[in-house]
């Protein structure tokens, strides 16, 4: 079925402060959903830190990561107010060329922000409307991590012809790039050249919380695991340090299954485990019940094989929780902090001596670690500076 703008889109135009500069905010995922992890915190934190700064209108689908069936209790292909920002669930049929490019000119942004490298909806069709004169505003383009070599891997052949053709077009020459560290502003120097525009500027974090403590006792270990299951995220490796660990370990897995495959060869990892480790797999669990879940762990894992900026490590963080995590993330300098560990997965030997000195660790010893994590966020959260460069960026 088509869908074509309508007058009631039409008659719900937004009224906003003409003093302020506006931000369309392009993302497949937004609150509620959570099955895409990161790229929707970022998007949320960046919304909600800058609404004050500027008129923010934020475009995205109407179902999570997956789903099949749209969020309930959203009203669809309208803007809705959401504690001072703007959003618009589109439904599948909403989306088409003529639809998105009325929405941008309905708003008029100065800036169109993107948040995806991939999408044909929510990033493809806005850069072509640019390239072809359709629309005014500036490009800004967040690739989320899917420039990264161990992103890149999968479908490799459709991505790099992709790229190609972005440069054929001039594209990237046009936009504006928003990388979240050093590395991602190698990745598209990379993939789409060398004489770009791009800013660095990492992302906000959720606000700094209180501490929350937790006994722990020799032997003993708590450990949650909160990403999704696909091999880039290493769960595998994880289960497969844990047999050689001497001690009573609880590992909960949090994760939204992507890979069938991958998550098969997990469960017979899992059913291969020795009695003294239990596993729990809780599946879709929604993003303001996780700070509970990290609570009531000692240790957060996760030997991922590349994140652009790890949402989920730095919640951990801020509850308290060390966290043993590879070294293909942005956070560094861990265990000199007393906040954890970022280890080679070449050294699965060290990843397994990490989990055995956890696990014998008394309560006097692990509060200073726990104490060291949230110590190590608090220097993130600080969000004064980060807003100031993103007034930098969207001027």
């Known amino acids: 079925m088509e869908y074509f703008v309508s007058d009631r889109l039409a008659s719900n135009k937004v009224h906003r402060n003409n003093n302020k500069k506006k931000i369309v905010l392009f993302t497949d995922w937004y609150e509620p959903g959570f099955k895409a992890g990161g790229p929707i ?51 599948l049929s909403f989306l088409r060329w003529k639809n998105i490019l009325h929405i941008i000119q309905e708003v008029q942004p100065d800036f169109v922000y993107l948040n995806n490298m991939y999408s044909r909806y929510f990033t493809i069709y806005p850069l072509l409307m640019k390239r072809l004169g359709c629309i005014k505003a500036q490009i800004v383009l967040a690739p989320r991590g899917m420039l990264k070599a161990t992103a890149v891997q999968y479908k490799t052949s459709k991505k790099k012809i992709f790229f190609r053709l972005l440069k054929w077009l001039n594209i990237p020459a046009k936009t504006i790039f928003h990388a979240t560290d050093a590395t991602e502003v190698e990745d598209i120097k990379r993939r789409l050249g060398k004489e770009l525009s791009i800013v660095q500027i990492s992302n906000f974090l959720s606000e700094q919380r209180d501490r929350y403590p937790i006994n722990k006792s020799k032997g003993n270990l708590r450990i949650i695991f909160i990403s999704r299951i696909h091999p880039i995220k290493n769960l595998l490796f994880l289960l497969q340090c844990l047999p050689t660990v001497a001690g009573e370990m609880m590992l909960t897995i949090v994760a939204t299954i992507e890979d069938e495959k991958y998550w098969s060869e997990c469960q017979k990892a899992i059913k291969n485990l020795p009695e003294t480790v239990q596993v729990e797999l809780k599946q879709n669990v929604p993003h303001h019940e996780i700070e509970e879940l990290i609570n009531n762990h000692h240790l957060f894992v996760l030997p991922t094989q590349g994140e652009n900026f790890g949402h989920a490590i730095l919640e951990a963080l801020l509850a308290g929780r060390p966290v043993l995590i590879s070294d293909q993330t942005p956070l560094k300098g861990l265990e000199k902090q007393h906040a954890g560990w970022d280890l080679p997965l070449s050294d699965q030997a060290a990843f397994i001596k990490v989990l055995q000195e956890v696990a014998d660790m008394d309560n006097e010893t692990f509060q200073q670690w726990s104490m060291g994590a949230w110590n190590y966020a608090k220097g993130f959260s600080d969000s004064s500076g980060l807003k100031e460069k993103y007034r930098e960026l969207f001027s």
Do not use: H, L
């Open 41 to 91: 915190r970022s998007s949320v934190n960046f919304a909600a830190n800058m609404k004050n700064d500027y008129d923010i209108y934020v475009f995205t689908g109407d179902r999570d990561s997956g789903d099949g069936q749209p969020y309930a209790n959203i009203d669809r292909d309208c803007w809705m107010d959401k504690e001072g920002i703007r959003v618009f669930y589109a439904s």
